[in-house]
C-alpha cells in the first residue's frame, strides 16, 4: 500500500480488479474473434499462444469471420474446440 492511498482494496481484490479491467473486450467476456487480440484469446482455457496467433492471422489473412463456427477454417482448430468456445466468442454485425 502507498502510504497514505487506501482504495480499501485487499491485495487479492486488487489483482480482482486488474484482471476485470483486463478482460476481454465485450458483455459478460465474450469477445469479438473479429475484434480479439492474440493476447485476449490466447487466455482462454484450451487455447494457448499457438491457436490463438493462427485465429488472428486466418482473420488478417481471409478477412472477418462471419461466424463461430467459421473458426474450423482455422488449422488446428477442431469442432470440439469450436464447440468449447461457442459461449466465450461472438461475431459481432
Avoid: C
Avoid at 485487499?10 to 459478460?28: K, Y
Avoid at 482462454?44 to 481471409?62: L, S
Amino acid at each position: 500500500m502507498v502510504k497514505g492511498f487506501n482504495l480499501g482494496f485487499s491485495s487479492m481484490g486488487f489483482a480482482l480488479v486488474l484482471l476485470l479491467f483486463n478482460a476481454p473486450v465485450g458483455s459478460a467476456n465474450v469477445v469479438d474473434i473479429n475484434r480479439v487480440t492474440v493476447e485476449q484469446l490466447a487466455a482462454f482455457d484450451g487455447i494457448g499462444p499457438v491457436y490463438a496467433e493462427r485465429i488472428v492471422m486466418h482473420r488478417e489473412t481471409h478477412g472477418g469471420f462471419d461466424s463461430v463456427s467459421d473458426l474450423g477454417a482455422v488449422w488446428g482448430i477442431s469442432k470440439k474446440a469450436i464447440a468449447r468456445l461457442q459461449d466465450l466468442v461472438s461475431v459481432d454485425p
